[in-house]
T-cell receptor, first 111, second 117 residues
């Protein structure tokens, strides 16, 4: 079945450091891929998306590229801020129903 | 701004006492979802509606029910809450996927934190 694997956290960085959170997926066919962010006590916010191979999603300085050959969708940001501290979920959706989530990666950024 | 609204944000109920959580949306999306998220875990889909068509996940307990009286509103009813039902409940919406098309993104509400005493 479909699944998402993302790197375990927590990830602890200093402000202005480079961020990578790895995400790989298993799916038949061509799923849509997403990154969601969850701040403490809040719901999930869509951070970025990609719907086909080689698409690059970007938002608020975050980027991720849909790599079909490596079945990956790694999240990157060139310079993190304290306000980026949150839990990040990689997810896929193929059938148009349930989002299949990774386990989430907690990012903690200190000043 | 178009959005997904959940009420209440925090709900405390007693063991076995029925509780209803509500969700409304101004996005005019066909599809509405209810997810359960326990502490430090990913959200897990309970059920969803394609318009008025109800779709239950195979492992969703019978204790959980849902109603969608119109496009804008959806309710989650927990008939007899147990301690294990304490969680964040997230409502989400999306456009309906076209046949052969890509799945659309889902937009989430802020969630309702349910405590069972």
């Amino acid at each position: 079945g479909n699944s998402v694997t993302q790197m375990e956290g927590p990830v602890t960085l200093s402000e202005e450091a480079f961020l990578t959170i790895n995400c790989t997926y298993t799916a038949t066919g061509y799923p849509s891929l997403f990154w969601y962010v969850q701040y403490p006590g809040e719901g999930l916010q869509l951070l970025l998306k990609a719907t086909k191979a080689d698409d690059k999603g970007s938002n608020k300085g975050f980027e991720a590229t849909y790599r079909k050959e490596t079945t990956s969708f790694h999240l990157e940001k060139g310079s993190v801020q304290v306000s980026d501290s949150a839990v990040y979920f990689c997810a896929l959706n193929q059938a148009g129903t349930a989002l299949i989530f990774g386990k989430g990666t907690t990012l903690s950024v200190s000043s | 701004d178009a959005m997904v609204i959940q009420n209440p944000r925090y709900q405390v109920t007693q063991f076995g006492k029925p509780v209803t959580l509500s969700c409304s949306q101004t996005l005019n999306h066909n599809v509405m979802y209810w997810y359960q998220q326990k502490s430090s875990q990913a959200p897990k889909l309970l059920f969803h509606y394609y318009d008025k068509d109800f779709n239950n996940e195979a492992d969703t307990p019978d204790n959980f029910q849902s109603r969608r009286p119109n496009t804008s509103f959806c309710f989650l009813d927990i008939r007899s809450p147990g301690l294990g039902d304490a969680a964040m409940y997230l409502c989400a919406t999306s456009r309906k996927r076209l046949a052969g098309g890509r799945a659309y993104e889902q937009y989430f509400g802020p969630g309702t934190r349910l405590t069972v005493t």
